[in-house]
Structure formats: structure tokens, C-alpha cells
């Protein structure tokens, strides 16, 4: 949560609250880090955390839509923001395709 905290303060987004769900809550069984998170600006945060060794697919893409749409209905809420951060190599087409539906990736997280 600390290291989370200090990424996005140098990317000057400082969040007034950050909440941890676990994938078992939503009904996933993938090893992937989840939080919703709220700034001082008032926007909400869906924060998705992959470290995986192989790389990110178009179908990962697909997956991970789906399982941000669960999260949203478990929450009752749409998030403004939607952010994955990945340390894994990630094909162009699943980052050409996370961008036209308003995700922001970063890849250099961890």
C-alpha cells in the first residue's frame, strides 16, 4: 500500500482514501492486486496490479474489462479512473485496445 501510495504522489494524484479488495470477493481466482481508491479532487479509482512473468495478451485485456465491470457492480459505482499497473511485458495490441476504452497503463511499476 505504501510503495502504491508513493507511485502515484510522484505522479501528483494524492488520494484521500485507498481500499484493498481481494480477488475471492468479486469472484475471481486470478493473482492480481485490487483497490478503489478516492483523490483529493473527488475522482474515483478502479487500481489494478499485475506482476506476472509472461506477457499481457489481448485476452488479458478482455479479462480484465470484465472483471473491472464486476467490481463496479459489487461496489455499486463506475469509476471515473481506471489504472493498471503492470511489470510484465505487455503486447501493443491489448495497450492499443486498454486505451481506446479510457485505461491508463503504466508499465514500469514494482
Known amino acids: 500500500?505504501?510503495?502504491?501510495?508513493?507511485?502515484?504522489?510522484?505522479?501528483?494524484?494524492?488520494?484521500?482514501?485507498i481500499d484493498s479488495i481481494?480477488?475471492?470477493e468479486i469472484g475471481s481466482?486470478?493473482?492480481?492486486?485490487i483497490y478503489h481508491a478516492t483523490s483529493i479532487k473527488k475522482e474515483f479509482?478502479?487500481?489494478f496490479i499485475i506482476d506476472a512473468?509472461?506477457?499481457f495478451l489481448r485476452k488479458n485485456a478482455d479479462d480484465l474489462m470484465a472483471l473491472n465491470d464486476t467490481l463496479s457492480k459489487h461496489l455499486d459505482h463506475n469509476f471515473k479512473k481506471k489504472i493498471?499497473?503492470?511489470?510484465s511485458p505487455l503486447c501493443s495490441k491489448a495497450k492499443a485496445y486498454l486505451k481506446e476504452?479510457?485505461?491508463s497503463v503504466y508499465i514500469d511499476f514494482m
Open 45 to 47: 479509482y478502479s487500481i
Open 29 to 33: 481466482r486470478k493473482k492480481i492486486g
Open 101 to 103: 476504452n479510457k485505461w
Open 1 to 17: 500500500m505504501k510503495e502504491l501510495t508513493n507511485y502515484f504522489t510522484n505522479k501528483d494524484i494524492i488520494f484521500k482514501q
Open 22 to 24: 481481494t480477488p475471492k
Open 84 to 87: 493498471l499497473l503492470i511489470s
Open 53 to 55: 512473468k509472461s506477457r
